[in-house]
């Protein structure tokens, strides 16, 4: 699946909004902002985004990859998934 | 057990100040279906609807002293009134009934307002002085029984429940976003708030006199007091954890043989954990006929505990009733319950108790044990445990391995917050710098429920803009609590936010009195409450095992496996019992619909809709989804009930 990261960033940064951030004023989700310091990042929250992830991209996220630095912001998750996508390419 | 209701003004021309009470007290008959007391003088009203537990034939209240000067009504019970009978016959007062009410109004008169201070029990009580025109109101301890006041109109008004308040058209009932901030936050309102405006909770432990003048003097006479735990003068310093075990076990006999005291048969609830299988073990010392039990099953498997209930019952030889409940039931009965809770909550466990103490009540039975409280004296909660790990980290930010003592926590949940160890420690690891505010404990708590908070309408939140919950609750913690262990802390704040604001409101009395069941609270016994706080808090939280002592106070009575189990919180299906195949019940779409959120204001329809099709694709999995979606429902539901005076859906 060839998808830029430009396209990668917006689905994702929807996805938090749509799903994680119900009520929060879209404008605080910078690309670099911590899900953790926006209080929306447990453990729950997490298992919503792998189930996002591996449903829109197909793959399957590895438990030892489940890190901050893959999931803590738009800017971690998407990059992630780009390389994710690179491996399978 | 009871409910009851009054003023103390000329609200309306005396002639009409009966109906006025009648008005008021009907609206309590879940409370008290035996039977309907009233006193009325000038000036005065008190109204009693009576569930008949002690004195069956002559215990009707209102009741008097020898010569009518001093009046009560009551709802409770006091556990040591055969003991106090005695004392006060020896000092040569005179009784004209066999119940326990009317030791109040002896005590009164022989010790004021110090009478509070004699009782074992749980209680709310009204006493009307005629001689000096000063109306007593008094809490129990911990807010076992619930006790609410308004003033209007120039006429002081008080009732077991608020909507008898509202039933003799004290004034409209408003909600406050304010309030409704710290129901959000907390799970319910802290004493003296209410989420209505200008309608008060009577805090547990406090007395309230009205004077003759009008004066009003809002005063403590108990509170949970660790001083005895710590310092020089520590009550077991240098003692034997033996000896304490002993003692408290002797405590518990003592406390459930009071509480056993009816003249109805007593039952008990019985969850499978250590708590209740103890209080069971115990009261079957006391009788040669089996103990007549109940429990709450769940058809969701992540809920059920019917395995270690099933193993106790067998252990004990209980006559023993199972109510299986799944979501539809939780869902239907959701509004029922609002009504009784009178408040918003952020889960549903409620219900099933509910639903329970119905059960109860169909088996002939009135009175049931409950193992409430435990957690509460001894240590028993979760958040305890992670304070400790947290505080433990706290001194070592950078340690790699503290945090992961975190992992052997939540093990019971399906969604634990442990399951991905690094996000367990981004989570947890938020609020460390709070480290030394005594507060510290429930800051992972309070920081998941109030995500709530961000669906309020602008409004509303401009309304509550203020709300700082840490701020809040550190306002009313004692300046002694500086000195007390941080278990010691938490504790005390445990009690004064979720037990007396949810444990025993939302899922204590009112879930029982819904179904004219009185819950009784051994744990809670004030005796063993002063015991377990005196004690060093690792004989409680011993590492990471929890209620140490009781565990070993109760050992030779349970199952190994019962006696050694860790604790499993008492929880239910949430957001996902309001939706059947992804359609919501006809209630929950109205009162969630974007006209109905408008209507009342509290709400952004945008993202509460958003959290409601969340929630009927099935895709709401956390606690703070759930809770807020709960919240919001319970919110919408206060105000159908109470403000715009609806009808039960």
Redesign the interface.
């Known amino acids: 699946m060839a998808v830029d990261e430009g396209t990668l960033r917006t689905e994702v940064r929807t996805f938090l909004l ?2 994680l951030l ?3 004023d879209p404008a605080e989700l910078s690309d670099d902002a911590s899900l ?1 310091d926006l ?10 985004i792998v189930v996002f992830l591996e449903e829109r991209y197909a793959f399957k996220v590895r438990e030892a990859e ?3 630095e893959n ?2 912001s738009v800017l971690a998750i998407s990059g992630y998934v780009a390389r994710r996508l690179a491996e399978a390419a | 057990m009871c409910g009851l209701a009054g003023f103390l003004g000329e609200p309306v021309p005396g002639g009409e100040q009966g109906a006025l009470l009648e008005r008021m007290i009907t609206r309590l008959q879940h409370r008290g279906p035996d039977g309907y007391g009233f006193h009325v003088e000038p000036g005065v009203g008190l109204a009693h609807a009576r569930l008949s537990i002690i004195d069956l034939a002559t215990g009707e209240q209102p009741i008097r002293n020898a010569d009518g000067s001093t009046w009560t009504v009551f709802n409770g019970e006091i556990f040591n009134y055969v003991e106090l009978r005695a004392t006060l016959e020896a000092q040569g007062h005179r009784f004209y009934t066999q119940s326990d009410t009317e030791v109040i109004v002896h005590l009164y008169d022989r010790y004021g307002d110090a009478f509070v201070e004699h009782l074992n029990g749980q209680f709310a009580i009204v006493v009307w002085d005629r001689r000096r025109r000063r109306l007593v109101l008094a809490r129990d301890r911990v807010g076992i029984r619930p006790l609410f006041y308004r003033r209007s109109g120039g006429t002081f008004w008080f009732a077991s429940e608020m909507k008898a308040l509202f039933a003799a058209g004290t004034g409209q009932a408003t909600l406050a976003p304010a309030a409704l901030a710290q129901a959000l936050t907390f799970w319910g309102t802290l004493d003296p708030d209410t989420v209505f405006e200008d309608v008060h909770s009577l805090p547990p432990g406090h007395l309230l006199t009205i004077e003759s003048d009008g004066r009003e003097h809002l005063r403590p006479w108990w509170d949970w007091d660790f001083d005895a735990a710590t310092g020089a003068g520590a009550r077991w310093r240098g003692r034997n954890r033996d000896q304490a075990v002993a003692e408290l076990r002797e405590l518990l006999v003592d406390a459930v043989r009071l509480q056993l005291r009816a003249d109805v048969p007593v039952g008990a609830y019985l969850s499978g954990g250590l708590d209740s299988s103890g209080l069971v073990a115990l009261a079957r010392r006391f009788s040669d006929a089996p103990v007549r039990t109940f429990s709450v099953a769940f058809a969701d498997a992540e809920f059920d505990e019917r395995a270690h209930q099933q193993a106790m019952v067998a252990h004990l030889g209980c006559a023993h009733t199972t109510l299986e409940v799944d979501r539809a039931a939780i869902g239907a009965a959701f509004p029922r319950l609002i009504w009784h809770t009178e408040t918003p909550v952020l889960r549903t466990a409620a219900v099933p108790l509910m639903l329970l103490s119905a059960a109860v009540r169909a088996a002939g039975y009135k009175v049931v044990l409950t193992g409430e409280g435990a957690d509460e004296v001894f240590g028993g909660y979760d958040l305890f445990k992670e304070a400790k790990v947290r505080r433990f980290w706290a001194r070592q930010r950078d340690s790699r391995w503290r945090p992961r003592l975190l992992e052997r926590l939540y093990g019971y949940l399906a969604n634990s917050p442990v399951r991905s160890p690094a996000f367990a420690q981004a989570f947890f690891g938020q609020g460390l710098e709070h480290l030394h505010r005594p507060v510290f404990a429930h800051v992972p708590r309070w920081t998941t429920s109030a995500r709530a908070l961000a669906f309020l309408s602008p409004q509303a939140r401009a309304a509550c803009a203020d709300f700082d919950p840490l701020a809040f609750v550190e306002a009313r913690l004692p300046v002694r609590a500086g000195t007390w262990s941080p278990l010691a802390r938490d504790q005390y704040v445990e009690a004064h936010t979720l037990l007396s604001g949810y444990l025993l409101w939302s899922q204590g009395d009112r879930v029982a009195m819904a179904n004219s069941v009185e819950g009784r609270v051994p744990y809670l016994d004030h005796r063993v409450i002063e015991f377990a706080n005196a004690l060093p808090a690792h004989w409680k939280l011993r590492g990471l095992t929890e209620k140490d002592i009781l565990r070993r106070a109760l050992a030779d009575l349970l199952p190994p496996d019962i006696a050694a189990r860790p604790k499993q919180p008492y929880r239910a299906p949430d957001a996902a019992s309001f939706f059947v195949d992804g359609e919501p019940l006809d209630y929950v779409a109205d009162l969630m619909s974007t006209d109905r959120l408008r209507a009342t204001g509290l709400f952004d329809p945008v993202p509460a809709g958003r959290l409601f099709d969340k929630a009927r694709a099935g895709r709401v999995a956390g606690f703070a989804d759930n809770q807020a979606f709960v919240g919001i429902l319970s919110t919408q539901l206060v105000d159908h009930l109470f403000v715009r005076g609806g009808g039960l859906p």
Request: proline share 5%; charged share 20%; glycine share 10%.
């Open positions: 749509d799903n119900l009520a929060r953790v209080g929306v990042i447990d453990s729950t929250a997490v298992l919503e489940l890190l901050p999931f803590g």
